[in-house]
């Protein structure tokens, strides 16, 4: 069977792009990569990590959107359990809200709770 390499990029429906951008790239660090402009519209948006590691794609679509809200879409790796913890600090410092801290199945931690503006949870997790 031919090889995978990690996930390339996830896409995720947002019912405003401008709104969730700003939001992926204050809170998570992330940087705009590429624009996708319609009809003279911003209907997606690419963002990366800045070493490239973390690819989001952000796409127009209420709907899905909506239908997403409460769900644990993506967990979002963190190279140490440190790190994880570090995030915590620095979400609380913009007073971004959160489930806190937990051990994921395999001993990891893993950051719950942490919304989107359209309030689909991203987790960030540290094996």
């Known amino acids: 069977m031919p090889d995978l390499a990690p996930i390339?990029?996830?896409?995720i429906p947002v019912s405003d792009v401008r709104?969730?951008?700003e939001w992926y790239r204050h809170v998570l660090g992330l940087a705009v990569a590429i624009e996708f402009t319609?009809?003279?519209e911003l209907r997606g948006v690419a963002l990366e990590a800045p070493d490239g590691s973390t690819q989001i794609a952000l796409r127009h679509d209420p709907e899905r959107a909506a239908a997403l809200r409460g769900f644990d879409l993506v967990a979002l790796g963190v190279p140490t359990r440190d790190g994880v913890h570090a995030w915590a600090d620095h979400l609380a410092a913009l007073g971004q809200r959160h489930g806190g801290l937990v051990t994921?199945?395999?001993g990891g931690?893993?950051?719950v709770g942490l919304h989107d503006p359209d309030g689909i949870e991203i987790r960030l997790y540290a094996a």
């Open 109 to 111: 931690t893993v950051l």
């Open 38 to 40: 319609e009809d003279g």
């Open 8 to 11: 390339h990029h996830v896409k």
């Open 104 to 106: 994921g199945h395999r």
């Open 19 to 21: 709104a969730s951008s």
